[in-house]
């Protein structure tokens, strides 16, 4: 619910791939050129952040141009200061005619255009639980979609000779994990089964996939406390913090839940789809696997989105950028783009071909992209309650949750104080 630390992780996604060439766009060259007889745009700026592949944008650029005859200038901003750079244009009357955003922002929400021709087109498929919007206006469409998941030591599996299931619709309970998971590390001498992000996003999962509702945000615009299968979940959580089934280092004091499962002493490890492109390349001591996110008994995951994209009403650039957004999202374009960057899609029942050459790689989008498919609605909620309160011009600067959590598993307080803390300190910020 920390909406720019959800932002950060959503934008520095995937990184299998490193840029060619760098952007040689002066940020300086905001809005649109105006064509010789005043009627159009014939130059539209898109800016992003980004260090994955631009090849995708650009090709797409390309045949804009073809086809629309107006060029669209690709300016791919340094992420740190990309929102104080969207600010400044704003005040300055000089905003990009498009861009993928990492949150919105109400000082320039208001000059955005409504995408819904685009959203709401039944021939793009998009998800309509991730798109912003507000007053029946769609101000933003998000370019791609993260997900949270199970990794495997795929090499300590099979010297233990247990097996495990490749199939989301054929997923494990949790408790069939942990045993497998339990019987690798016995049988093999591993030191943990598990190794699990310290994140509010990741825990979401946890919950939701035990059947609680987690901490929503409620109609009053507040964060209501949790049913009781939520307080269950997290008491469950903390059982598992034992030093042998999982490390308490990871949410208590910092440990590094990536570098102990790389360095091939981890059974497991639930992370998130961001992780396959440094697995890749960064895994050489043994092979790993994205295996199925345990249900029980909810099948959910936690989705959220990646950069959001927005058109601004730049006058007489506005129709070539709406233009533009309506291009990208188009059937055959988006699938274009989403291989191309090596995205999970927004839109739904996309056959991708991506560029990975490992299997591993390859067999972990497929996963993923059909767990989005079977996941519980329920899995998109955080993000669309993060969506919520950008617009109503409000967000989490800091989610309490991991903080709280480690108190918890520390002893320090029980599941009950931890929880009306972790309500308290995110109504806090909404005041």
């Not at 406390?225 to 308490?248: C, E, I, R």
């Not at 591993?360 to 497929?366: I, K, N, V, Y």
Request: glycine share 8%.
């Amino acid at each position: 619910m920390n909406i720019s630390r959800t932002a950060r992780r959503g934008l520095r996604r995937w990184r299998w791939l490193p840029i060619g060439v760098a952007m040689a766009v002066a940020l300086t060259a905001c809005g649109s050129e105006a064509d010789s007889g005043g009627s159009g745009a014939k130059k539209i700026t898109f800016w992003l952040s980004t260090s994955a592949q631009l090849d995708g944008y650009n090709d797409l650029a390309k045949q804009f141009e073809a086809k629309e005859g107006v060029a669209v200038e690709i300016v791919n901003v340094p992420y740190d200061g990309y929102q104080d750079k969207l600010r400044q244009s704003a005040q300055a009357n000089s905003l990009p005619d498009v861009a993928s955003v990492p949150s919105l922002d109400p000082i320039w929400m208001n000059q955005l255009q409504d995408l819904s021709g685009t959203a709401n087109n039944p021939d793009n498929k998009i998800k309509k639980e991730l798109v912003s919007e507000k007053d029946g206006k769609v101000l933003a469409i998000p370019s791609d979609v993260t997900v949270a998941g199970l990794f495997i030591n795929k090499s300590l599996f099979d010297k233990a000779k247990v097996s495990y299931p490749t199939d989301p619709s054929q997923a494990w309970t949790w408790d069939q994990f942990l045993a497998a998971a339990t019987k690798v590390r016995t049988t093999t001498n591993a030191k943990y089964d598990l190794v699990y992000d310290a994140s509010p996003a990741r825990i979401r999962a946890f919950i939701y996939t035990h059947g609680g509702k987690g901490f929503q945000l409620g109609e009053d615009g507040k964060y209501a406390t949790p049913d009781a299968a939520t307080v269950q979940a997290l008491t469950k959580f903390k059982s598992l913090n034992d030093d042998k089934v999982m490390p308490k280092s990871v949410w208590t004091s910092g440990g590094d839940p990536n570098a102990l499962f790389k360095s091939g002493q981890v059974v497991a490890y639930y992370s998130g789809v961001w992780q396959v492109a440094d697995f890749a390349e960064g895994i050489t001591n043994f092979e790993w696997a994205a295996a199925p996110t345990p249900a029980q008994p909810v099948h959910a995951t936690d989705i959220n989105s990646g950069g959001k994209v927005v058109a601004f009403n730049n006058g007489n650039a506005a129709a070539a950028a709406k233009k533009w957004v309506d291009f990208l999202f188009q059937r055959d374009n988006y699938t274009k783009l989403s291989e191309a960057n090596g995205y999970l899609p927004v839109a739904s029942g996309l056959s991708l071909n991506y560029p990975f050459k490992q299997k591993a790689a390859l067999d972990a989008f497929a996963l993923y992209n059909k767990e989005i498919e079977l996941a519980d609605p329920i899995s998109a909620s955080g993000q669309a309650a993060g969506t919520k309160l950008n617009l109503d011009g409000k967000a989490i600067q800091k989610d309490p949750t991991k903080d709280e959590m480690a108190k918890f598993l520390n002893g320090e307080q029980d599941v009950n104080k931890t929880v009306e803390n972790i309500v308290n300190g995110l109504n806090a910020q909404l005041s």
